[in-house]
């Protein structure tokens, strides 16, 4: 089976007006003459060494392992007449299990030795932009990291040509899917999803939505006996707290790491959902949280909240219709929340 994450990457973002049109649209505007020879670099490492950031997907928090320097780069341009490639390389990252449960993100290096198609795809011309017989799309393609070797173990960047659209050529596109991948290295380089959130249910890193709305001058306190969703008849939920690292307190969006989690006990969930009907006026703090906890149905089907642990101690909540309101909480609420 071939790896994931190898080839060209095509995420559907919907159709621009331009796609919508009976007869086709013109492209982007006509962009720069192409570029000239690529420049060739004189010994091939690694994807670790020369390309680290090749096909990041997410942050690396502190704890996790981290991604070397990003390396300096040839020039992508052509291939020249005097350079004779025998070797693809690729750089990516991909998502894999972990030893021990949950999901990690992996950096890989793959080779490929059989690239007569897809050296001769990439000596195409750019295709004409502004065709109107073509109705162009906003499929965004991520084409991936490539590097193509000769046999005296020197490498260079190819220039990929272009479509009427302003993306790699079907030609291109169609020589990367054949492409007979060998896996030369992978290393983790951070966690995904660790094997205790996993096993809680819970997403490995939150936003503090507290602090966002706080932040932002909204949205309305709760009214006492008010906030949304908090009547007996709410369904099981599920506890996640989240720890934010000093590097993202005061954020426009702080992140925080999963911490603990698990389903709330009904006779908990009775004392929380009784402590998160707004009695008090949210207080005026500007303390950052360095933990929060997130609420949620067990079934994502329902209202769910925030609630800062320490500092302001305040909580969002936030009905299944999209409407939210700031509440104040205290010691007791974030109490009820603990690890036991």
Not at 298 to 327: H, I
């Amino acid at each position: 089976m071939r790896p994931r994450g190898t080839t060209l990457v095509a995420t559907l973002l919907g159709l621009g007006l331009c796609g919508l049109a009976l007869t086709g649209c013109a492209g982007p505007a006509d962009p720069p003459k192409g570029p000239g020879p690529a420049e060739i670099a004189e010994k091939w490492t690694s994807c670790a060494e020369v390309a680290p950031q090749a096909g990041v997907m997410l942050p690396v928090r502190p704890g996790s392992a981290t991604s070397p320097p990003a390396g300096v780069e040839p020039r992508v341009g052509r291939i020249d007449p005097a350079f004779t490639p025998v070797a693809a390389v690729l750089c990516g990252r991909d998502v894999v299990p972990g030893a021990a449960g949950g999901r990690e993100q992996v950096a890989v290096e793959r080779r490929a030795d059989e690239i007569g198609p897809l050296v001769a795809a990439l000596a195409l011309a750019d295709e004409e932009r502004g065709r109107g017989d073509v109705a162009c799309t906003a499929d965004m393609l991520v084409p991936p990291w490539l590097a193509l070797l000769d046999d005296q173990g020197r490498w260079l960047r190819p220039y990929l040509p272009m479509d009427v659209c302003g993306k790699p050529r079907r030609e291109v596109r169609a020589a990367l899917d054949g492409l007979r991948l060998t896996s030369v290295d992978s290393r983790t380089v951070g966690i995904v999803e660790s094997s205790a959130a996993e096993a809680a249910g819970c997403a490995q890193q939150w936003a503090d939505m507290v602090w966002v709305q706080a932040s932002i001058g909204g949205p309305d306190p709760v009214a006492p006996g008010a906030a949304p969703g908090a009547a007996p008849k709410t369904g099981p939920l599920r506890l996640c707290v989240y720890q934010v690292p000093p590097s993202e307190r005061g954020g426009g969006k702080p992140a925080g790491d999963f911490v603990y989690g698990r389903p709330l006990p009904p006779e908990r969930q009775a004392d929380v959902l009784r402590a998160l009907v707004g009695t008090r006026p949210v207080a005026d703090c500007a303390t950052p949280a360095s933990r929060f906890a997130v609420l949620r149905p067990v079934d994502d089907n329902g209202p769910q909240w925030y609630v800062e642990l320490d500092a302001c101690r305040r909580f969002l909540a936030v009905a299944p219709s999209g409407g939210s309101q700031l509440g104040q909480g205290d010691a007791a609420l974030a109490a009820l929340l603990g690890p036991s």
